[in-house]
């Protein structure tokens, strides 16, 4: 049995010895590459550099997509309540001009309430218009995931 394990660590040595020989080799390659590609290439163009500077955006664009979809959501949740509130002060002082006996402002006569419904209005209908007909029918309820895809595309 001792034979055995001798003879599989001896196999196993082997091929850490290959493995490492291959990747200093291959550190080699990528040595004289990125050489050759600053001689033949300014800064801006290098394919090395370029590669590197894609590899890193893409790996910061999964911190940034989470980001933003945080940032709708507080958004959200401001204009939500917002609305709440300012309907709800809406409702308490047209109760206070029925108790004083003072006329009620009708929705469509209070220019302020009207501004505020056509904002939150053209908000919705321009997040919805950034968005396939698909999103549209399957997040109509959700304005965070329209305005995320019309703002980041493939989500």
């Known amino acids: ?3 055995y394990h001798d003879y599989h660590h001896r196999a196993v040595d082997g091929l850490v010895t290959f493995l490492s020989k291959s990747h200093h080799d291959l550190n080699l390659v990528s040595f004289k590459l990125e050489k050759e590609f600053q001689h ?9 550099k370029l590669v590197s500077r894609i590899n ?10 989470e ?10 949740d401001v ?8 309907v709800l002060n809406r ?7 029925t108790h004083a006996g003072l006329p009620i402002i009708d929705d469509s006569n ?11 209005e053209e908000w919705t209908a321009h997040v919805r218009a950034g968005t396939d007909n ?11 995931h329209l305005l995320f895809s019309a703002i980041v595309p493939g989500n």
């Open 91 to 97: 409702s308490l002082l047209q109760k206070l001009q």
């Open 110 to 120: 209070d220019p302020e309430f009207v501004n505020f419904s056509q904002v939150i």
């Open 134 to 144: 698909e999103n549209q029918e399957s997040a109509s309820e959700d304005i965070n």
């Open 67 to 76: 980001q933003c979809r945080e940032l709708l959501a507080a958004k959200q």
């Open 40 to 48: 033949v290439y300014s800064d801006n163009t290098n394919p090395m």
């Open 56 to 65: 890193k955006i893409q790996q910061e664009l999964a911190s940034i997509q």
């Open 1 to 3: 049995m001792r034979h």
């Open 79 to 86: 204009i939500d309540k917002a609305r709440a509130t300012l």
